[in-house]
């Protein structure tokens, strides 16, 4: 009787584990960046909604978010993960830093390298220091936002056709990524443009500064015509507030400028002079995913607009129904060498490190009204107009990642 109750016990859990498959979204919903992170949730799970509306993956099974709060801590991440796993859950999630991103996939590794046949994978959706596709990557990993190596490509391309722009500054958060962006932009700016001068290299704490007045004379001293920044969240928001109380006149060019509640944090202190670089911005030529816009912001009175949270859920489900299971090593290959089209254009999940492969765009935040500016962000009455495409073709660049796979 007791082996009849323990085998009808480990078939109930069986039946229920498959009614759905779970992620666990392991990002800051707490501390400075909680913003960020909870944005991020919502992101995901309008997604999820859509696949799910659809039926589901493997013929009606359906997708089904765990948040886990990290408070932006790599250790807390670990935490986090050990968690995920102690709750059967087999995908995990996150996006907000790179110094966490650097944290899960070491964590990943080991455990699947511990636990053969309980494998996890990591669905990177915004941790983008290069190094995590290049000496640090794995096969357990996959990142689905452009990496710092695209990002600064596509700003500083722009850069190099201003020939007004004489000087530049750099300031950068002191941790993996922010450092990536320093070192990636004073090479890119030296071969495309050597006579541009560097005229300051400054990193700052990550989300302790509160004042960035300091950073502001620095930068007016400088003579700077230009400043060229990976800053995010409050980093970036209080940055350029603060260049606008100074008089500062100078071009801000960033990667993370459009995230939600940055540009209500600056408001008319970015207009005509912050650009930024992004998948996808609701004011783009003919709008291919106007409805996933216009459907979240009613649901959610907030903008959506992080293109490669939708990239990461919908190309996971595609993986899954191409594998025939849940299986993570089984949809990790699937993934490999995946084309995709969210709308903007085809991107493509490259073997050799799991690096997307995505057209990106570079945006003017101006007035709403304004030719090409009929949506605004964050309420402020001014939007994101579209100056430059980059194709995914060209913006491809080599990788050193030696991946073994299992």
Not at 307 to 325: E, F, H, T, V
Request: net charge neutral.
């Amino acid at each position: 009787a007791r082996l009849l109750t323990a085998a009808f016990c480990l078939l109930a859990a069986n039946i229920f584990a498959a009614d759905t498959i779970k992620i666990a979204h392991i990002d800051p919903q707490s501390g400075p960046f909680a913003l960020q992170g909870q944005s991020g949730d919502r992101h995901i799970q309008q997604a999820i909604d859509e696949i799910n509306a659809r039926g589901g993956v493997l013929g009606g099974i359906k997708l089904e978010l765990v948040t886990i709060d990290n408070k932006s801590s790599p250790q807390e991440s670990l935490v986090a993960l050990k968690q995920a796993v102690d709750q059967g859950i087999r995908y995990v999630t996150q996006g907000n830093g790179s110094h966490v991103g650097h944290a899960l996939t070491e964590g990943v590794l080991k455990h699947n390298q511990r636990n053969p046949g309980q494998e996890v994978l990591y669905l990177n959706h915004a941790a983008i220091d290069p190094a995590l596709t290049n000496e640090k990557c794995n096969f357990w990993h996959f990142r689905f936002d452009a990496n710092v190596d695209m990002k600064i490509d596509a700003l500083t391309a722009v850069i190099a056709k201003d020939r007004n722009i004489k000087k530049v500054y750099l300031i950068n958060q002191d941790y993996a990524y922010g450092q990536s962006v320093k070192r990636v932009a004073n090479e890119m700016l030296a071969r495309k443009r050597p006579d541009i001068r560097i005229v300051g290299d400054e990193l700052h704490p990550t989300g302790k500064v509160k004042d960035f007045a300091p950073y502001i004379a620095k930068i007016k001293a400088s003579g700077a015509d230009t400043v060229l920044s990976g800053n995010w969240g409050s980093d970036l928001a209080l940055l350029i507030k603060a260049a606008e109380e100074a008089g500062l006149p100078a071009t801000f060019y960033t990667n993370y400028a459009y995230l939600v509640g940055t540009p209500k944090a600056f408001g008319a202190s970015g207009a005509d002079r912050v650009k930024t670089v992004a998948s996808w911005f609701p004011n783009l030529s003919g709008n291919p995913l106007e409805k996933n816009f216009l459907e979240y912001k009613k649901r959610y009175s907030e903008d959506w607009g992080f293109l490669p949270i939708k990239y990461a859920i919908d190309m996971w489900a595609k993986a899954i129904d191409k594998a025939g299971s849940a299986d993570p090593v089984k949809v990790a290959k699937a993934l490999e060498d995946m084309r995709y089209d969210a709308g903007v254009g085809e991107a493509w999940m490259r073997a050799d490190d799991h690096q997307i492969m995505e057209p990106l765009f570079v945006a003017t935040f101006g007035k709403v009204g304004k030719q090409g500016v009929k949506y605004d962000a964050d309420e402020t009455g001014y939007g994101w107009l579209v100056d430059t495409r980059i194709e995914a073709k060209d913006n491809i660049l080599p990788t050193t990642c030696k991946m073994e796979r299992p």
